[in-house]
């Protein structure tokens, strides 16, 4: 079994697929629907990072079969993104990037996701949402938004993430500075200066952490990702292939280790904002801060992204869209005789101006 999971209709025998709008498996062919059974499960679960660092699933999966699958993956020789299509859509594309991928051509054993949060945007209502963005961007080229318009094909693809939660005691040290003023003599004049007293200070801070998210993909620039946040994890289902029928999914190639450094990076902002407030004055330095970890827990989570690669004047733009809140975020091609027209628009408008003035002036003599 390697993870080709398919959903054939039980009334016509044609492949299911997972329909945002209902939320339910269904047939394009007949219009047959079926709800889909996630278990009785209520939420993904979360698993102990230590645990799982000891089981060396971070690294050799071989033998840890029953929280790994194995999937089949196509690797992109552009981006290196490992997707795994969906047998029905016969895709032979890298959705990432539009680059012509030999499918099915290789097997990973990787951690099973616990969670996924289904689409619930269809093609058509991120292609709305996306032509709404360009058609704001005034200084897009008219081309480009009339081809976005024509309704090309997007593809829906479940991007893989770590998220992790933690326990963080903090013990650091450092000054805080209090602000207070001199009067100085400058050339004869009085000049208030601020001056700052520093204060050796030593403290510790503690926070919980809750579903800090890491993109496992290196396979895309973070900018477009961030962008997407917020995500409504709130929503997330437990995972089940049912969700996935229709749709491109991409194996994670950020390990479950490397995973939390950077989780531990964004952790580590919030913890030091908090050491700033904890010192306070007016101002803060911190000199030394050690951050002990503690209660790690994790979860591979695959999120929907609706992407589109344009190839636009020789060159691709890339366009995404969350699945769930219809939020875009892509590369804007800028209209060169837009901009120059806005350009000489303003220039002629500061000479009118200038023009009126003159001639009220004129005016007053
Ligand atoms: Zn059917
Ligand atoms: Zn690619």
């Not at 044609?14 to 945002?20: E, I, K, Q």
């Not at 979360?46 to 071989?62: F, H, I, K, S």
């Amino acid at each position: 079994m390697t993870g080709e999971h398919r959903f054939p209709c039980e009334t016509c025998g044609a492949d299911m697929r997972f329909d945002p709008a209902r939320g339910e498996l269904t047939c394009d062919h007949c219009g047959a629907h079926e709800s889909i059974e996630t278990g009785g499960a209520a939420q993904p679960r979360e698993l102990n990072y230590a645990q799982a660092v000891r089981d060396g699933l971070g690294q050799d999966l071989a033998g840890a079969a029953s929280e790994t699958e194995e999937l089949r993956v196509s690797e992109c020789p552009n981006c290196g993104a490992k997707i795994q299509f969906d047998e029905t859509n016969h895709a032979t594309e890298c959705p990432y990037c539009a680059t012509p991928v030999v499918t099915g051509t290789g097997t990973v054993r990787q951690i099973k996701p616990q969670g996924v949060l289904p689409f619930s945007l269809t093609e058509q209502t991120a292609q709305e949402a996306m032509s709404a963005w360009l058609g704001r961007l005034w200084f897009a080229p008219n081309a480009l938004k009339q081809y976005a318009r024509k309704g090309r094909r997007l593809n829906g693809v479940y991007m893989p993430y770590w998220t992790y939660d933690a326990h963080t005691e903090s013990d650091y040290s450092g000054e805080r500075g209090t602000d207070y003023y001199v009067t100085v003599k400058v050339n004869g004049k009085t000049r208030r200066r601020r001056q700052t007293r520093w204060r050796r200070v030593s403290g510790h801070v503690r926070r919980a952490f809750d579903d800090v998210l890491v993109l496992a993909s290196n396979a895309l620039p973070v900018k477009y990702t961030r962008a997407l946040e917020p995500w409504d994890l709130a929503g997330l289902e437990p995972y089940v292939p049912d969700y996935l029928a229709g749709y491109a999914a991409e194996a994670y190639t950020v390990a479950l280790e490397d995973g939390f450094e950077h989780a531990q990076e964004r952790m580590n902002a919030v913890i030091t904002r908090d050491v700033k407030f904890d010192i306070g004055g007016d101002r803060q330095r911190i000199h030394d801060l050690r951050t002990q970890y503690s209660q790690v827990t994790y979860k591979h989570i695959l999120l929907p992204v609706w992407f589109a690669a344009y190839k636009f004047r020789g060159k691709t733009y890339r366009f995404v869209v969350n699945g769930r809140t219809g939020q875009v975020q892509g590369e804007r091609p800028y209209s060169a005789w837009k901009i120059a027209f806005a350009v000489i628009a303003g220039l002629i408008v500061a000479g009118a101006i200038g023009y009126g003035i003159a001639l009220t002036e004129q005016g007053s003599y």
